[in-house]
T-cell receptor, first 114, second 111 residues
Framework: NAGVMQNPRHLVRRRGQEARLRCSPV?????VYWYRQLPEEGLKFMVY????????ESGMPKERFSAEFPKEGPSILRIQQVVRGDSAAYFC????????????FGQGTRLTVV | QKEVEQNSGPLSVPEGAIASLNCTYS??????FFWYRQYSGKSPELIMS????GDKEDGRFTAQLNKASQYVSLLIRDSQPSDSATYLC???????????FGDGTTLTVKP
């Protein structure tokens, strides 16, 4: 799991600003997942992406949140006009394929909205 | 009903005892099952995967799967204080292409 790189590790934003979270998957992995973990709660699925495609975004809030995984470069989770309720740990995970394969997690980005 | 449910905990066991963590899932076509351990403030790390009915042992850890009952468990033998963490059950569905996580069970092993 050390191969999944997330940055920044900690991010502080004022209400109304934009937050951009980056995730570089393990080399060779083409599947990326984003999860959110609110304080004292479990992991909640947000979005599943393959290169240049959003496969499942059923866990994404309808507004302000978007994700991409371009052909080149890291996956980006973008939160516009952040609110205090967005404060959480955001974990990215990657896998080489989408069947019967465990996900390897990055260290997470801890977003604090002040 | 949640897709993946775990016993809510927290679970406390004395050092050296067996810790038993349970997980049920609702999607009958799920194919693969994972247990992750998450220390406070850290990311989840995979500790066990199981794909077929029965038991799978790895050191002090044993995963048990019963697809008919839609149940998967994790046993930790000879529990150590270093096992104190939150344990997350994850279930994969090939068609969904993602792992669905339970909310986790927090285990405390007391010296």
């Amino acid at each position: 799991n050390a191969g999944v790189m997330q940055n920044p590790r900690h991010l502080v934003r004022r209400r109304g600003q934009e937050a951009r979270l980056r995730c570089s998957p393990v080399k060779g992995h083409s599947h990326v997942y984003w999860y959110r973990q609110l304080p004292e709660e479990g992991l909640k699925f947000m979005v599943y992406l393959q290169k240049e495609n959003i496969i499942d975004e059923s866990g994404m809030p309808k507004e302000r949140f978007s994700a991409e995984f371009p052909k080149e470069g890291p996956s980006i989770l973008r939160i516009q006009q952040v609110v205090r309720g967005d404060s959480a740990a955001y974990f990215c995970a990657s896998s080489p394929r989408d069947e019967n394969t465990e996900a390897f997690f990055g260290q997470g980005t801890r977003l604090t909205v002040v | 009903q949640k897709e993946v449910e775990q016993n809510s905990g927290p679970l406390s066991v004395p050092e050296g005892a067996i810790a038993s963590l349970n997980c049920t899932y609702s999607d009958r076509v799920s194919q693969s099952f994972f247990w992750y351990r998450q220390y406070s403030g850290k990311s989840p790390e995979l500790i066990m995967s199981i794909y077929s009915n029965g038991d799978k042992e790895d050191g002090r850890f044993t995963a048990q799967l019963n697809k008919a009952s839609q149940y998967v468990s994790l046993l930790i033998r000879d529990s150590q204080p270093s096992d104190s963490a939150t344990y997350l059950c994850a279930v994969n569905n090939f068609n969904a292409g993602k792992s669905t996580f339970g909310d986790g069970t927090t285990l405390t092993v007391k010296p």
